[in-house]
């Protein structure tokens, strides 16, 4: 029985399967990002804004990346990247000009098993990073699995037109409201339909009616 390279086996199964979209929780993680250029200070501050904990190794960094360690927001290491910063991390990203360097880090962390991200280089990532609109807790996320990055953007901006402002203040009504019902013995079936009338088009609309003066009322 001929021998199987669990490594080639590995990438080949890589290169043809799709991306599983998932929405993660790194609140308290240990991450590290590797180089802190203009590539890499998007999914820097990414990172920080979920809650991660970030240690950064670069010789260099942009002004947002060294306040953001002025600020305790992250950890910089004003080097050049070592195996050992691997250590105890869930999650990697890297951003370098070096292709030996990001092709080490990515090696790396198969090995350890750490996801890992080499940025603008789907080959040497087992994720990538999507575009996201955001309204307050709605995320949308769109990928092209790294064919274009101009095509997320044009769907970005037309999610962004789609889905305006109000949906932030909406979300977070729906959120309360929802566990109102469930503090209330109502049947499920009546739970159920109470729900869908709230997240409705019609229940936006009713929502935006109703609030919409008073906010417009503060504002000004």
């Given at each position: ?186 049947s499920p079936r009546r739970r159920r339909t109470l729900l869908r009338k709230l997240a409705s088009q019609r229940g936006l609309e009713d929502f935006v009616r109703r609030y919409r003066p008073l906010g417009a009322?503060?504002?000004?």
């Amino acid at each position: 029985m001929a021998k199987v390279n669990h490594g080639e086996l590995s990438s080949a199964v890589r290169e043809r399967s799709g991306l599983f979209p998932i929405f993660l929780k790194l609140a308290g993680r240990r991450c590290v990002a590797v180089g802190a250029g203009k590539l890499a200070e998007p999914k820097i501050e990414s990172l920080v804004a979920a809650g991660a904990q970030v240690f950064v190794v670069a010789p260099k960094a942009t002004s947002d990346v060294q306040r953001w360690a002025r600020e305790k927001k992250i950890t910089w290491d004003e080097r050049a990247f070592e195996l050992t910063d691997l250590d105890d991390v869930c999650l990697a990203v890297c951003a370098t000009s070096s292709a030996v360097t990001n092709q080490i880090v990515f090696e790396e962390s198969q090995k350890r098993g750490v996801l890992c991200s080499v940025v603008d280089q789907p080959a040497l990532s087992d994720f990538l990073f999507p575009a996201v609109m955001q309204r307050g807790a709605l995320q949308i996320a769109v990928s092209t699995a790294g064919h274009s990055a101009d095509l997320e953007r044009r769907l970005l901006e037309e999610l962004e037109k789609q889905y305006g402002p109000e949906y932030a203040g909406w979300l977070e009504w729906l959120g309360k409201a929802r566990a109102a019902l469930f503090a209330d013995p109502l049947s499920p079936r009546r739970r159920r339909t109470l729900l869908r009338k709230l997240a409705s088009q019609r229940g936006l609309e009713d929502f935006v009616r109703r609030y919409r003066p008073l906010g417009a009322e503060k504002n000004g």
